[in-house]
């Protein structure tokens, strides 16, 4: 670690209960290490969907990304932190580990919002830890 520079700790966040029990814990363990969070969302272009009332779904936009990172810093106190958020475009992993180059910890929840609930890990909480260049730390419920 550089000490000219702060811990920098990057979190993952798509508005599942785990990514804020993640964001909670990056902001906490910056607090103690004197350092900053970057809270980062990923969005896609999915295939529109509608609900039953003929509405688009659109949590995966980039709107719908900015309205999680909103809900998300509420959620989460982050006084006397540094807190920033960015939003970026593209598959969440790929996001994560280009966000991750020159982090200090990478922080996320064990699975996201992905369809299969019985699974431990979700598939980027897997490739992170895998590829990330720096450590991993992830949060379960």
């Given amino acids: 670690m550089d000490y000219e520079r702060s811990f920098l700790i990057v979190v993952g966040v798509d508005g599942s209960p785990e990514s804020i029990s993640a964001l909670r814990w990056a902001v906490d363990e ?3 290490r004197h350092g900053r969070v970057r809270l980062i969302t990923s969005w896609s272009y999915p295939p529109r969907t509608a609900d039953v009332d003929g509405e688009f779904i659109d ?3 980039e709107c719908g990304a900015e309205r999680i990172q909103a809900v998300a810093l509420d ?3 982050s006084d006397g932190v540094a807190v920033t958020g960015t939003i970026v ?3 969440p992993a790929s ?3 280009d966000a991750a180059d020159g982090a200090d910890l ?3 929840g064990s699975r996201g919002l992905g369809g299969f609930s019985g699974l431990l890990l979700g598939s980027v909480s897997s490739q992170l830890i895998h590829h990330a260049p720096c450590p991993v730390l992830v949060i379960r419920s």
């Fill in 30 to 32: 910056a607090r103690v």
């Fill in 89 to 91: 475009q593209g598959p």
């Fill in 59 to 61: 949590d995966r936009s």
């Fill in 75 to 77: 959620a989460v106190p």
């Fill in 95 to 97: 996001v994560l580990l």
């Fill in 106 to 108: 990478l922080i996320v």
